[in-house]
């Protein structure tokens, strides 16, 4: 592995990891973030320009979104620390014929060889799974080209996101393996802000993402209570 850091947590990686096989089932565990895809493609596409683009996809998983920031012609990295998913993400592009880096690699690592990079990082629902966001957040602002933008999305520290995301998904509707989350990593937009400000980057955005799992549709707007996501820039 190419410079894992401390900032991993090996159970969150085995518990991906045992799911990897099976990640790009529409009808797997994984079937709400496939429902997801769309509507996080979408923020990204109405704040970067993605032809051409240099994109850094942080905690990629099996490379839902990686591929499709390639299909919309983006030069896309996509970093992952649970080897399965890399094995899985890279075996996934024969079928889709699309060219996606992907490297078992830590953001912190690739942060001190290629500072100034990229021109768009995403991380979507990673950082709720790390100890320490705060320290994804600084690596992703080194690797930004200034005017470059930071893509996030993750889990909201209310009752709502707790009773939907962890009771309603993990408990009661099934949507997801038990023990995906835990809630005592979710984080307030607040607490996001100020990670960002802390690491030079300026919030420009903090959106809802809403999800109907009986429609099976996801969209961008409304309540930030549950999942959001938010839109940083680096300065020029």
């Not at 490297?103 to 100890?131: N, Y």
């Not at 690797?143 to 996101?161: D, E, H, M, V």
Request: aromatic share 6%; glycine share 8%.
């Amino acid at each position: 592995m190419n410079g894992a850091a401390a900032n991993v947590s090996q159970a969150e990686l085995d518990k991906f990891g045992a799911l990897a096989r099976r990640w790009w089932d529409p009808q797997g565990p994984q079937r709400p973030l496939h429902e997801l895809n769309p509507a996080r493609l979408g923020y990204v596409r109405e704040r970067i320009d993605l032809a051409g683009a240099r994109v850094l996809d942080v905690g990629c998983g099996g490379g839902l979104l990686s591929e499709a920031l390639a299909a919309e012609g983006a030069r896309t990295t996509a970093l992952d620390l649970a080897p399965e998913l890399i094995e899985v993400a890279r075996l996934h592009l024969l079928e889709s014929g699309l060219d996606v880096d992907y490297r078992l690699q830590s953001v912190e690592s690739m942060a001190a060889e290629m500072p100034g990079h990229f021109d768009a990082i995403t991380c979507m629902e990673m950082l709720e799974h790390v100890p320490d966001p705060a320290s994804v957040l600084r690596a992703c602002a080194r690797l930004l080209k200034p005017g470059g933008r930071l893509l996030l999305s993750t889990l909201n520290r209310t009752p709502a996101a707790f009773a939907l995301a962890i009771v309603g998904a993990e408990y009661i509707a099934r949507l997801l393996p038990r023990g995906t989350h835990d809630y005592k990593q979710f984080i307030k937009p607040s607490e996001l802000g100020a990670w960002l400000r802390a690491a030079g980057l300026s919030l420009q955005d903090v959106s809802g993402l809403a999800y109907d799992p009986v429609r099976r549709k996801a969209w961008v707007g409304g309540p930030t209570a549950v999942n959001y996501l938010a839109c940083a820039v680096k300065p020029e």
